[in-house]
Every structure is written in C-alpha cells, then in structure tokens.
C-alpha cells in the first residue's frame, strides 16, 4: 500500500523506550511502505565496532544523513530510534524539512509495567554486539515527554499485526 503516491517521501519518525515494540512496527511499517529503513542500534554499534568508539551523538549523526540520502532520492525512510529528547526529535524533523520530505512522529509505549518489564527480560539482541538495556536501565532513561503532535501506539496485549493495523489506520487518515 503506498500511501503516498505521487506525493512527496515522508520521514516516519519513530519513539519509546526499550522493549516498547519499535523495532517490531518499525520494520513491518518499513516492510509494508517498501520504505528504506534506518535503524539507530545497528548504526551506533557498527561505529563502536568499526571505529571503537564511545558512542554519545554520532548514530544519530550519521543516521540522519543516511535518511536525508534516501528523501532526497524521493523514498520514505522509517527512523527507529529511542529518540528520547526534544533535540533528536526537531533533527529529524529537520532531516525531513531540509529534504523536502512530510514526517510523521510515532511514540510506540507499553502501558503494562509487568508486560514491559518481561518484554526487557526475555528478548534476545538483534544486533550482533550490542548490550541491551536492563529493566533498571529502562527505568533510569532519560525520556522526555512530548510536547509536540504525534501517533501514540500502545502495544500492551496486542500483537504486532494488531498494532500494525492501527498504525496504518492512523497513518491513512494523515495522508488524506
């Protein structure tokens, strides 16, 4: 389903924290759209792999000019990203602005503590390498609220489809 055909690309800018369910939507939004998809756990822990860095800014960085390439080739890239600050949330909207592109914010959220909690426990790195966060490291993130217009997309007692689905619901009535 292209949602925006004929239309400029659109910059789908994802949000949570840990364990919350991004990644899954993300990569099935990015499937679904035949969206380039940018990842920022895969793009920090090959700088810290590759150039043995201490990772602060640059995945988000380079993330944003590897997005800003493919707008600008007129795709739709889907962001995933924590993206817990005021500051990371305007870049990407300027990555969107500066490449002519629309975005849309998603906060993807986990309203059951318990179901969150066991989610962080239980899953298994995606990425080779990375360290995931503990529940205790979950708890202490530094994640602002929002204070700008997004799609808030609570995953607890859904599956992926399910909440999928009320993405692509949400993402419709944007579009018209």
Not at 158 to 164: G, Q
Request: aromatic share 6%; net charge neutral.
């Amino acid at each position: 389903m292209n949602l925006h055909a004929n239309r400029p690309p659109v910059l789908y800018i994802f949000s949570g924290l840990p364990g919350t369910g991004k990644t899954t939507l993300s990569q099935l939004l990015a499937r679904r759209l035949n969206a380039a998809y940018v990842r920022i756990d895969t793009v920090e822990q090959a700088l810290r792999d590759l150039c043995a860095l201490e990772v602060e800014g640059e995945g988000y960085d380079l993330a944003y000019r590897v997005a800003a390439d493919n707008l600008r080739l007129g795709m739709s890239v889907v962001a995933d990203s924590c993206n817990p600050i005021g500051l990371t949330r305007n870049a990407w909207e300027q990555v969107a602005a500066d490449s002519g592109a629309g975005h849309v914010n998603i906060e993807v959220v986990c309203s059951d503590k318990l179901e969150h909690r066991r989610r962080i426990e239980t899953r298994a790195p995606t990425v080779t390498g990375l360290r995931l966060p503990t529940w205790e490291d979950v708890l202490n993130r530094e994640y602002h609220p929002w204070s700008k217009e997004r799609v808030v997309i609570d995953t607890s007692g859904r599956s992926a489809d399910e909440c999928l689905k009320n993405l692509m619901s949400h993402l419709v009535k944007i579009s018209a």
